[in-house]
C-alpha cells in the first residue's frame, strides 16, 4: 500500500509504503524507498547493521577520491571483464552499489539497473551521476541490506554484487539464499568479496615477523572496517569468507555452475588517492602474472578478494 506525501513531476518524492502481509512501514525519502528491514530489529544486531549504514554514509564523500589509484583500477577492470562474461542482458540488479561504478556501467549497457545499497548517501550519490550522464530512467534506487533484498521471487536476468557487500550482510547465509531466488531460472550472478586467506597476509607476517598479528588474523572471520572522519571514527563489521565457504553457500542457494578467482593476489589495494591509474613496475609484471593464474588453484583461493561467476 503506498501513501504519497509529495511528487516530482511523475515520481513519488516522499510518501510511506506499507506492507499488507507484516503491517511494517517504510518511508520514501527524497524519492529513494528505504527497505532497510534490520533496522526495525533490536539489541545487538540492530546496532551492527545502523553502524553499517553509518559508516558507508560518511565514506560516501570520499569514496571515489579514495579509489582513484592504479590498484583499484585494475581491480575494476577485472571486475568488469568478468561482468561481461556474464553477458549483462535485461533487468539486472547491482546490490551494493556504492556510487555507482557497476551500476551506471550496466545501464550505459542498456540494462534496466536496479541500484540497492544499504547507504543512502551512497545511493545519493549514484542518483546524481545518473542524471549528469542521462541515464536516470534506467535505473531504480532501494535501500536496502544485502540479506534482505526486497524482491519477488524470479524477477531478474543477472545479479552483481562487486567490492564487498555480502561482507557486512550479519544474516549472510539468507542473504544468498534470497539471491538465488530473485533469480530468473537461468539466471546467473557475479560477487567480489574480501577473502579470509590472503598471499599478502602471509608475505606480510614472514617479512615483518609479526607471526602473532598473522595467527589472529586468521582465526576469527569477523573483523570491522575502520574510517575516520576528523576527530570521529566509524566502523563497519565485517564476514571475511573463504574459497570453500563462498562455494557452499552458493551451491545451497541453488546455483550448479560457480567458478571462482582471485583479484590482487600479489599485491595489496590502497585506500588513498594518486593521480595515475596504471600499474607501472613491478606491479605491471605482477598485474599480468595474476591475469595468467587468477582461475589457476591454488591462487584462485588467495587474492586479497575473491571473484565468483555463479550460474543458476
Not at 571486475?79 to 556474464?86: D, G, Q
Request: proline share 3%; glycine share 6%; aromatic share 14%.
Amino acid at each position: 500500500m503506498l501513501d504519497v506525501k509529495k511528487r516530482r513531476k511523475e515520481h513519488v518524492w516522499t510518501g510511506m509504503l506499507t506492507c499488507k502481509k507484516c503491517r511494517n512501514n517504510y518511508p520514501i525519502i527524497e524519492g529513494i524507498p528505504d527497505l532497510n528491514l534490520p533496522r526495525a530489529g533490536k539489541g545487538l544486531i540492530k546496532y551492527k547493521y545502523v553502524q553499517v549504514e553509518k559508516y558507508y554514509n560518511h565514506y560516501a564523500a570520499v569514496h571515489d577520491l579514495n579509489y582513484h589509484n592504479p590498484e583499484l583500477y585494475y581491480m575494476r577492470k577485472v571486475e568488469n571483464h568478468v561482468i561481461l562474461l556474464s553477458r549483462p542482458e535485461g533487468t539486472v540488479v547491482d546490490i551494493g552499489c556504492g556510487t555507482g561504478k557497476q551500476t551506471l556501467f550496466l545501464a550505459s549497457i542498456n540494462c534496466r539497473v536496479y541500484a540497492v545499497d544499504i547507504s543512502r548517501k551512497m545511493l545519493l550519490t549514484t542518483r546524481r551521476k545518473a542524471y549528469g550522464l542521462g541515464l536516470q530512467d534506467k535505473i531504480e534506487f532501494v535501500q536496502a541490506s544485502a540479506d534482505y533484498l526486497p524482491f519477488q521471487e524470479g524477477v531478474f536476468d543477472r545479479a552483481y554484487s562487486i567490492f564487498g557487500a555480502y561482507n557486512h550482510a550479519l544474516n549472510y547465509r539468507e542473504g544468498f539464499n534470497r539471491l538465488g531466488k530473485i533469480l530468473k531460472g537461468n539466471g546467473e550472478a557475479v560477487i567480489s568479496v574480501f577473502n579470509q586467506y590472503r598471499l599478502t597476509w602471509w608475505l606480510y607476517s614472514i617479512f615483518t615477523f609479526k607471526t602473532r598479528w598473522i595467527k589472529k588474523a586468521l582465526k576469527s572471520k569477523q573483523t570491522y572496517l575502520r574510517h575516520r572522519v576528523r576527530r570521529r571514527k566509524y566502523k563497519a563489521w565485517t564476514h571475511l569468507y573463504t574459497y570453500d565457504e563462498i562455494k557452499q553457500l552458493l551451491r545451497d542457494a541453488g546455483f550448479r555452475s560457480i567458478y571462482v578467482g582471485s583479484i590482487l593476489i600479489f599485491f595489496k589495494p590502497e585506500f588513498k588517492y594518486t593521480p595515475q591509474t596504471e600499474l607501472k613496475g613491478v606491479k605491471y609484471l605482477l598485474g599480468k602474472i595474476e591475469d595468467k593464474l587468477r582461475w589457476v588453484p591454488p591462487f584462485n583461493r588467495l587474492g586479497t578478494y575473491l571473484i565468483v561467476w555463479a550460474k543458476k
